[in-house]
Structures are given as C-alpha cells and as structure tokens.
C-alpha cells in the first residue's frame, strides 16, 4: 500500500470517526438523533451554529438515513453505492480538514 493510498484510508476513517463522535454527543445532549432539519429553523443564530456541526457530522447521518432507508423503504442497491461513495468522499474531506489543522497547531508531527 502506498503512502498516499494510507493516508487516505486513515483520513477517511478519521472522518467518520469525527463525525460519529459528533452525532452520539448531540444525541447524549439533545436527547434526540442530529439530522439535517436543524438548518429549517430560518434564520436564527442556532441554525448558523449548526452549520459547522453538520459539515463535520454529515457522513455518518447520510450512512445512518441510508441504511434505514434501506430497510424501511427497500431502496435500490444504486442508490445505496451513490449514497456511500458520497459519505466516504465527504468524510476523506472532513478528515483531512481535521488532520491538516492538527498538525497546523502542532499536535501532530
């Protein structure tokens, strides 16, 4: 495996580890699932703090509605590989993001 190939994989995994980290501590807090109906509030200071939030905890809510959709709804395998392929590249994005600013404050070497 190359280097290139290996952080790429570690950066994704980092993505959806984020992004799951995310979505469980606004459940443990909020008592209910983080979805993306926290932007219909209009315009209001909390929908622009829940920007950010789901840019970071996207991937794993669009797995988590996949999957039920899946077995509720009996989607189509396309929909459900279109759906994956687009998580996994968002989560490379946010974990490579999150990963570029560890090692900006030093954290990493």
């Not at 979805?35 to 794993?60: E, S």
């Not at 392929?85 to 954290?107: E, H, N, Y």
């Amino acid at each position: 495996m190359t280097p290139e190939a290996l952080n790429t994989f570690f950066s994704i995994c980092i993505g959806f580890a984020l992004a799951g980290a995310l979505v469980n501590g606004y459940q443990a807090l909020a008592q209910r699932p983080a979805g993306f109906g926290l932007l219909q509030d209009g315009v209001a200071p909390k929908t622009f703090a829940a920007v950010p939030f789901l840019v970071f905890a996207a991937p794993f809510i669009i797995m988590r509605n996949t999957l039920r959709g899946m077995r509720v709804e009996s989607r189509r395998v396309e929909f459900v590989m279109m759906a994956t392929l687009i998580a996994g590249f968002w989560s490379m994005m946010s974990g490579t993001f999150f990963l570029m600013t560890l090692r900006a404050a030093g954290v990493l070497g």
